[in-house]
Protein backbone atom coordinates (compact mmCIF):
# COMPACT_ATOMS: atom_id res chain seq x y z
CA UNK A 1 0.00 0.00 0.00
CA UNK A 2 1.53 3.34 -0.67
CA UNK A 3 2.58 5.87 2.01
CA UNK A 4 2.04 9.09 1.03
CA UNK A 5 4.38 12.04 2.85
CA UNK A 6 3.54 15.58 2.09
CA UNK A 7 6.74 17.60 2.34
CA UNK A 8 6.41 22.14 2.47
CA UNK A 9 8.41 24.95 3.93
CA UNK A 10 6.02 26.43 5.87
CA UNK A 11 3.30 24.94 7.94
CA UNK A 12 0.79 27.72 6.65
CA UNK A 13 1.19 25.55 3.01
CA UNK A 14 0.42 22.33 4.30
CA UNK A 15 -2.45 23.70 6.65
CA UNK A 16 -5.54 21.65 4.72
CA UNK A 17 -3.70 18.34 3.87
CA UNK A 18 -5.78 15.70 4.72
CA UNK A 19 -5.56 13.68 8.49
CA UNK A 20 -3.95 10.98 8.33
CA UNK A 21 -1.07 11.84 6.24
CA UNK A 22 2.13 12.98 7.43
CA UNK A 23 3.31 16.71 6.95
CA UNK A 24 7.07 17.73 7.07
CA UNK A 25 7.89 21.19 7.91
CA UNK A 26 11.15 22.03 6.44
CA UNK A 27 11.83 25.71 6.52
CA UNK A 28 12.09 28.13 4.12
CA UNK A 29 15.19 27.39 1.38
CA UNK A 30 16.84 24.57 -0.26
CA UNK A 31 19.32 23.51 2.11
CA UNK A 32 16.85 23.35 4.42
CA UNK A 33 14.44 21.28 2.49
CA UNK A 34 17.29 19.19 1.77
CA UNK A 35 17.93 18.03 5.26
CA UNK A 36 14.43 18.04 6.31
CA UNK A 37 13.81 15.63 3.43
CA UNK A 38 16.64 13.78 4.34
CA UNK A 39 16.37 13.38 8.23
CA UNK A 40 12.75 12.08 7.46
CA UNK A 41 13.50 9.60 4.67
CA UNK A 42 16.76 8.15 6.74
CA UNK A 43 16.42 4.61 8.91
CA UNK A 44 12.52 4.47 7.05
CA UNK A 45 11.18 1.61 4.81
CA UNK A 46 10.86 3.73 1.74
CA UNK A 47 10.00 0.91 -0.81
CA UNK A 48 5.98 1.82 -0.78
CA UNK A 49 6.65 5.95 -0.16
CA UNK A 50 5.67 8.48 -2.18
CA UNK A 51 6.79 12.22 -1.45
CA UNK A 52 4.56 14.98 -2.46
CA UNK A 53 6.31 17.92 -2.24
CA UNK A 54 3.26 21.06 -1.75
CA UNK A 55 3.72 24.60 -1.45
CA UNK A 56 3.40 28.05 -3.08
CA UNK A 57 5.09 29.30 -6.19
CA UNK A 58 5.58 32.55 -7.93
CA UNK A 59 4.84 32.68 -11.48
CA UNK A 60 7.80 34.08 -14.21
CA UNK A 61 5.49 34.69 -16.69
CA UNK A 62 2.01 36.48 -17.20
CA UNK A 63 -1.04 34.42 -17.35
CA UNK A 64 0.02 31.53 -15.00
CA UNK A 65 -1.89 30.82 -12.74
CA UNK A 66 -3.69 27.42 -10.80
CA UNK A 67 -1.77 24.04 -9.78
CA UNK A 68 1.41 23.14 -11.63
CA UNK A 69 3.09 19.59 -11.60
CA UNK A 70 6.66 21.00 -13.00
CA UNK A 71 8.58 18.45 -14.68
CA UNK A 72 11.85 20.10 -14.21
CA UNK A 73 13.30 21.63 -11.32
CA UNK A 74 16.41 24.19 -11.79
CA UNK A 75 18.75 25.03 -9.21
CA UNK A 76 18.70 29.06 -10.51
CA UNK A 77 21.34 30.21 -7.77
CA UNK A 78 23.72 28.17 -9.11
CA UNK A 79 26.61 29.15 -11.25
CA UNK A 80 26.34 25.63 -12.40
CA UNK A 81 28.62 27.30 -16.33
CA UNK A 82 31.80 28.21 -14.07
CA UNK A 83 31.22 24.45 -12.23
CA UNK A 84 30.98 22.63 -15.67
CA UNK A 85 34.29 24.88 -17.01
CA UNK A 86 36.27 23.09 -14.26
CA UNK A 87 35.22 19.57 -15.30
CA UNK A 88 32.16 18.82 -12.62
CA UNK A 89 28.77 18.14 -13.46
CA UNK A 90 26.11 20.85 -11.24
CA UNK A 91 23.37 18.88 -11.95
CA UNK A 92 21.68 22.25 -11.88
CA UNK A 93 18.39 20.73 -13.62
CA UNK A 94 16.46 17.84 -11.92
CA UNK A 95 13.87 15.91 -13.90
CA UNK A 96 10.92 14.76 -12.11
CA UNK A 97 8.42 11.97 -13.18
CA UNK A 98 4.44 12.47 -13.90
CA UNK A 99 5.26 16.29 -14.32
CA UNK A 100 3.32 18.64 -16.64
CA UNK A 101 6.08 20.32 -18.73
CA UNK A 102 6.66 23.15 -16.44
CA UNK A 103 10.48 24.28 -15.18
CA UNK A 104 10.31 25.15 -11.69
CA UNK A 105 13.34 27.33 -10.82
CA UNK A 106 14.25 27.17 -7.31
CA UNK A 107 16.56 28.56 -5.21
CA UNK A 108 17.43 30.69 -2.05
CA UNK A 109 16.00 34.56 -3.22
CA UNK A 110 12.42 35.63 -2.76
CA UNK A 111 12.08 36.68 -5.98
CA UNK A 112 10.36 40.21 -5.66
CA UNK A 113 12.68 42.22 -8.45
CA UNK A 114 11.90 42.42 -12.34
CA UNK A 115 15.18 42.75 -13.80
CA UNK A 116 15.47 38.69 -11.89
CA UNK A 117 11.71 37.72 -12.87
CA UNK A 118 13.03 38.45 -16.43
CA UNK A 119 16.00 36.51 -16.56
CA UNK A 120 14.07 33.75 -14.37
CA UNK A 121 11.22 33.81 -17.04
CA UNK A 122 13.76 32.58 -20.12
CA UNK A 123 14.69 29.34 -18.19
CA UNK A 124 11.48 28.92 -16.13
CA UNK A 125 7.85 29.16 -15.78
CA UNK A 126 7.48 28.96 -11.82
CA UNK A 127 9.98 29.62 -9.12
CA UNK A 128 10.16 28.70 -5.48
CA UNK A 129 12.63 28.32 -2.68
CA UNK A 130 12.50 24.46 -1.87
CA UNK A 131 11.38 22.60 -4.26
CA UNK A 132 14.93 21.47 -5.99
CA UNK A 133 16.19 20.52 -2.27
CA UNK A 134 13.56 18.03 -1.91
CA UNK A 135 13.71 16.64 -5.14
CA UNK A 136 17.87 16.21 -4.97
CA UNK A 137 17.05 14.39 -1.50
CA UNK A 138 14.28 12.06 -2.79
CA UNK A 139 16.79 11.30 -5.42
CA UNK A 140 19.21 10.58 -3.48
CA UNK A 141 17.17 8.12 -1.21
CA UNK A 142 15.75 6.51 -4.55
CA UNK A 143 11.93 7.68 -3.17
CA UNK A 144 9.14 8.87 -6.01
CA UNK A 145 8.23 12.81 -5.93
CA UNK A 146 5.53 14.92 -7.37
CA UNK A 147 6.06 18.59 -6.75
CA UNK A 148 2.77 20.15 -6.84
CA UNK A 149 2.92 24.32 -6.95
CA UNK A 150 0.06 26.68 -6.60
CA UNK A 151 0.56 30.00 -8.08
CA UNK A 152 0.37 32.35 -5.32
CA UNK A 153 2.10 35.52 -6.53
CA UNK A 154 3.37 36.63 -10.15
CA UNK A 155 7.07 36.78 -8.16
CA UNK A 156 7.07 40.34 -8.44
CA UNK A 157 6.73 43.19 -5.61
CA UNK A 158 3.57 41.73 -4.77
CA UNK A 159 5.02 38.60 -3.41
CA UNK A 160 5.69 40.29 -0.58
CA UNK A 161 2.14 40.10 0.45
CA UNK A 162 2.72 36.18 0.48
CA UNK A 163 1.96 36.03 3.60
CA UNK A 164 -1.81 37.03 2.98
CA UNK A 165 -2.47 35.09 -0.09
CA UNK A 166 -0.73 31.39 1.57
CA UNK A 167 -4.28 30.37 3.26
CA UNK A 168 -5.70 30.14 -0.10
CA UNK A 169 -3.06 28.18 -2.03
CA UNK A 170 -3.05 25.90 0.83
CA UNK A 171 -6.89 25.13 0.66
CA UNK A 172 -5.81 24.24 -3.07
CA UNK A 173 -3.50 22.52 -2.56
CA UNK A 174 -5.14 20.27 0.29
CA UNK A 175 -7.92 19.28 -2.21
CA UNK A 176 -5.23 18.18 -4.38
CA UNK A 177 -4.15 16.20 -2.08
CA UNK A 178 -6.81 14.84 -0.78
CA UNK A 179 -7.95 13.96 -4.47
CA UNK A 180 -4.56 12.23 -5.27
CA UNK A 181 -4.34 10.00 -1.84
CA UNK A 182 -7.68 8.73 -2.22
Known amino acids: MTEFVVV ?24 AAAVATARMLAGRDTSELVVLNV ?16 STVINHDLNAGAIRAIGLDPQEALH ?7 VLASGDVFVTD ?6 LAERAHLVD ?9 CREYGVPVRVVKHVSDSANEAALDWPALVDASAKVLGEWVSDYVR
Do not use: F, Q
Request: proline share 5%.
Open 129 to 137: MEAYGVVYA
Open 114 to 119: PEVRAR
Open 8 to 31: SAVAGEARYVPGGVEVVVTGVGKT
Open 55 to 70: GTTGALRDGLSGVYLP
Open 96 to 102: VEGGDGT
